[in-house]
Structure formats: structure tokens, C-alpha cells
């Protein structure tokens, strides 16, 4: 079965990218402008979300997500609740309720919370790519696709969701020519996934491809 890299990678990097978004502490009621993503070609990307939250919401917020990684869900899932009250104009925390959630098998509440993020962020990629899990695992296969190549759109260096797409059309869409282009966009940039490698091979031979 071929299944998204261990979602704690996605926990980890949603607390990287709200380190800047969650700077700003001046205690006041929750204010806040327009998400920014900012991409670095050789870096990743970076998302800055400018609200004005309490102090405290911060040290919640990793408090909570250290919960999550140790595996402590309902704890973990009651703080980010918690934090998402505090900072409804951060769309982070609400990505953090929907992977939790999704770890948890309980896709509906995992689709709630990224649909509440993304009324807050549209282009957020981590959002996007998560919807495009939850619509895969719920069988909603072209809006899954939808998903992942909105995703992308914002940056198309995002592996997870280029990684996603591909498997999407070999095994769900039959796709083949979209799988090939993008496990091979996929490997130019994550040369050591073994699984993936094969994976190509694979789709290369069905559709008659010689590898280079």
C-alpha cells in the first residue's frame, strides 16, 4: 500500500512556517491581513500570516503539537482547539486540528478543519495537499487531483503533493501519462525514495516508456 509520508513530517513543518505568523504578540483582540507565501526555489517555501494574538497562544500551540508527537491525541487535539478559539485568523492551528484528526481515521472532522483553513489561507499548500488526502481516502478521486495540482500551482516544488499526484493517477485515475510526469518531477528532487524509484520503473514499463 502506498501511503503519505508519516504525518508528524507535516506537524513539524506546520510549526516551521508558523514561527513568523505567530511573532507577532502584541496582546489585543485577533486582528490580521491576508496570508503571503513566500517561495524559496532551493529552500522550500514559507508562509506568513500576520495576526495579532496573545502571548500564550504561541507556547499552546507548540505545547500542543509536542502532545501530538508523543502520541498524546486527545490532549494535543483539546489545546489546538483551544489555540484555533484564541487565533481564528491563523489558519495553521486548523491544519494541525485536521492532521490530527486524519491520524486519528476521522476524515470528516479532518475535512472540516482544513475547509475552515482554507476559507482563512486559499493558497495555503499544506492545506490543499492534506484536502487532496482526505478527498483520496474518501474516494473523491478528481477533486483529490484538484487539490494536489492547486498545490502545486502555489509551488511546484512541493514533493508531498507531487508525490501524492503521482500515486493518485497510477493507482486511482489510471493516469498514467500524468503519474509518469510527476513521479519523474518527483525523483528529480527526492532521488533517495527507493519506493518511488520502483514505482516509476513500473509506470515507465506500462506505458511502453525505455528509461533513460
Known amino acids: 500500500m502506498r501511503t503519505q509520508h508519516q504525518l508528524i513530517n507535516l506537524v513539524l513543518l506546520i510549526a ?3 514561527m513568523l505568523a505567530a511573532c507577532n504578540t502584541t496582546p489585543s483582540k485577533s486582528a490580521s491581513s491576508p496570508a503571503q507565501i513566500q517561495v524559496e526555489e532551493f529552500v522550500g517555501f514559507t508562509l506568513i500570516e500576520d495576526a495579532r494574538v496573545e502571548g500564550d497562544v504561541r507556547v499552546d ?3 500542543a503539537l ?8 486527545a490532549e494535543g487535539i483539546s489545546l489546538l482547539e483551544t489555540v484555533a478559539a484564541a487565533a481564528p485568523d491563523l489558519s495553521a492551528p486548523r491544519i494541525s486540528l485536521a492532521i490530527a484528526h486524519h491520524r486519528l481515521g476521522d476524515f470528516e472532522q479532518a475535512e472540516q478543519h482544513l475547509l475552515q483553513a ?8 499544506i492545506a490543499l495537499n492534506e484536502m487532496g488526502i482526505v478527498y483520496r481516502k474518501t474516494a473523491r478521486f478528481a477533486e ?8 502545486l500551482a502555489v509551488y511546484p516544488g512541493y514533493h508531498y503533493a507531487r508525490r501524492n499526484l503521482a500515486v493518485l493517477c497510477d493507482l486511482y485515475l489510471a493516469d498514467l501519462e500524468c503519474a509518469l510526469s510527476n513521479y519523474e518531477a518527483y525523483m528529480a528532487t527526492v532521488r533517495s525514495d ?3 524509484a520502483m514505482w516509476l520503473k513500473d509506470v515507465r514499463y506500462r506505458a511502453g516508456r525505455t528509461e533513460n
Open 16 to 18: 516551521a512556517i508558523t
Open 61 to 63: 500551540y507548540d505545547r
Open 66 to 73: 509536542e502532545l501530538l508527537a508523543r502520541g498524546n491525541s
Open 118 to 125: 482554507l476559507l482563512i489561507n486559499p493558497n495555503h499548500p
Open 144 to 151: 483529490a487531483r484538484q487539490q494536489y495540482e492547486a498545490a
Open 194 to 196: 527507493d519506493e518511488a
